[in-house]
Every structure is written in structure tokens, then in C-alpha cells.
């Protein structure tokens, strides 16, 4: 079992900027690849941004150029650091991390709220 823990939400300005940090519970944080969810009121959860294991990224079209995902195997960590916000990037964001190898091992951290607004 791993535990994924987020931090960094909060209100912000349209324009700003916010990093969102996400610990992980496990020695093997290398073998997972990471991924950051969100979800808004009212919608399903999608995509935001994701890391493979080996560094390999992929975003969602709408945050190419504003969003920047990485990772550090060191301190069992991902990050999503988020800049220009929008009032439509206003949601719960969730951190993801599944195993490279067995897809079962999938697990979710609690969420945090980003706020984008005036």
C-alpha cells in the first residue's frame, strides 16, 4: 500500500502561480510513474499531467506551456508546478501514482483545491 500525500492548494489570483507537491509513501517511488488529476464541480475527473518513471511527460492540451510536471526519486516526491492560472483551472486536484509493471498497484492521494479567482 502507498500513501500519497498533497500539498500546496490554495486561492490565487487569475495569473498566478501555485506548486503542488505530492509525497509518497514507498522506497520503490522509482518504479511508479505519477501522475495529477483534477476535478471540478460538476465534471469527471481527467488528466491534468503525467511522469513516467523515466521522466517521460505528457500534459493535457489546455495547460501546455502554463503547467510543469516533475519528479524527485530522492524525496519520494512529484510536483506540479502551475503558472498563468485560470479561473478554469479552479478544481481538486489529485495526485496518481501506478506501478510500471502491474497497473493494479494504483493508488490516489486525498486531493487538494486550487482556487483561481479574484
Known amino acids: 500500500q502507498v500513501q500519497l500525500v498533497e500539498s500546496g492548494g490554495g486561492l490565487v489570483q487569475p495569473g498566478g502561480s501555485l506548486r503542488l507537491s505530492c509525497a509518497a509513501s514507498t522506497i520503490f517511488f522509482s518504479t511508479y510513474d505519477m501522475a495529477w488529476y483534477r476535478q471540478a464541480p460538476g465534471k469527471q475527473r481527467e488528466l491534468v499531467a503525467a511522469?513516467?518513471?523515466?521522466?517521460?511527460?505528457n500534459y493535457k492540451d489546455s495547460v501546455k506551456g502554463r503547467f510543469t510536471i516533475s519528479r524527485d526519486n530522492a524525496k519520494n516526491t512529484v510536483y506540479l508546478q502551475m503558472n498563468s492560472l485560470k479561473p478554469e483551472d479552479t478544481a481538486v486536484y489529485y495526485c496518481?501514482?501506478?506501478?510500471?509493471?502491474?497497473?493494479?498497484?494504483?493508488?490516489w492521494g486525498q486531493g487538494t483545491q486550487v482556487t483561481v479567482s479574484t
Open positions: 511522469i513516467t518513471r523515466g521522466a517521460i511527460t
Open positions: 496518481n501514482a501506478r506501478h510500471y509493471a502491474d497497473t493494479r498497484r494504483d493508488y
